[in-house]
């Protein structure tokens, strides 16, 4: 259960001449990024994600209230219908009817499953390939999210692509995402 306003929606500025973005801030989640990785080395981030904004440039599709479903493995290799995911693009996904129902996780979502997972199994998801986080995206570029364990540094590594990227190791770990109204 993701709680309400956990992260702000994002502040975003955009150019008076085009409207187009220009920048994008939420200092909130860049807060829940160092609260959900306290203890670990310091996550990586790779080049195009930290000059997109890092944890604070990406936009969450709800702030509202929600319950995130997902199967509670470690790695996507390790069930049969996650395995289907890897090597797709986030294209590829939307593209085939097996996953019009699925969703994704979000960086948000991502980083609170991933300290869940640990404190109850004592491993980390993912640290055999990398996971699409097609829940947070980039206005400023259209480009998503990826994640991954890094067991031999024991630190998380943010990064993101084209939607239409695919790479070797790379797959979705495929949740169903429900805004709960009370």
């Known amino acids: 259960i993701i709680p309400e306003n956990l992260v702000d929606e994002p502040t975003i500025t955009t150019d008076t001449t085009t409207g187009k973005p ?22 990586y981030q790779g080049g195009n994600y930290e ?3 890092s944890f604070q440039g990406s936009e969450v599709k709800t702030t509202k209230l929600r319950i995130i479903l997902t199967k509670d493995i470690q790695n996507l290799a390790d069930d049969l219908l996650f395995k289907e ?4 693009s986030i294209e590829d996904l939307e593209a085939d009817p097996r996953f019009k129902h699925y969703t994704g996780l979000s960086e948000l979502s991502y980083l609170i499953y991933q300290r869940d997972y640990f404190k109850r199994t004592g491993k980390h998801v993912d640290d055999k390939g990398w996971t699409w986080l097609p829940e947070s995206t980039w206005q400023l570029s259209g480009r998503v ?9 024991g630190q998380l590594y ?8 695919r790479g070797g190791v790379l797959g979705c770990r495929l949740a169903g995402s429900f805004e709960i109204n009370i």
């Open 85 to 88: 995911t890897i090597n797709k």
């Open 158 to 165: 943010f990064g993101s692509n084209a939607r239409g990227y």
């Open 51 to 53: 000059h997109e904004g």
């Open 22 to 43: 220009t920048a994008i801030s939420n200092p909130r989640y860049a807060k829940l990024h160092q609260l959900m990785s306290t203890g670990y080395a310091e996550t």
């Open 145 to 153: 999210s990826y994640a991954v364990w890094v067991p031999g540094v």
